[in-house]
């Protein structure tokens, strides 16, 4: 089992850049494929990015491809969200996600480890 704690959200103005951390706690983070997921008022979770168990393989959402970076430090037992160039629509609230698969999902249901969020809010 592992538990997740989502750092580094904020408000921060349109155009600016923010870095998420996701800090996981108990055994064998290489286990765990680990994802971003995000969810504005009124709309279902949606996937953001998602990094393989080694981070050799990375998947972005269309929405944030060449704006957003995942990367992840085994040695730290942690996952980062690099975001960049962020307009009013990513404003969110930000989940970090694991699964013990070998492959890298998009889809929430395939997450058996969930954080508890952190917010992001980015003005115009």
């Known amino acids: 089992q592992v538990q997740l704690v989502e750092s580094g959200g904020g408000l921060v103005q349109a155009g600016g850049s923010l870095r998420l951390s996701c800090a996981a706690s108990?055994?064998?983070?290489?286990?765990?494929?680990m994802a971003w997921f995000r969810q504005a008022p009124g709309k279902q979770r949606e996937f953001v990015s998602a990094?393989?168990?080694?981070?050799?393989?990375?998947l972005y959402a269309d929405s944030v491809k060449g704006r957003f970076t995942i990367s992840r430090d085994n040695a730290k037992n942690t996952v980062y969200l690099q975001m960049n160039s962020l307009k009013p629509e990513d404003t969110a609230v930000y989940y970090c996600a694991a699964e013990t698969s070998s492959i890298v999902f998009q889809t929430p249901r395939e997450y058996e480890y969930w954080g508890q969020g952190t917010q992001v809010t980015v003005s115009s």
């Open positions: 990094i393989s168990r080694s981070g050799s393989v990375t």
């Open positions: 108990g055994r064998a983070f290489t286990r765990y494929a």
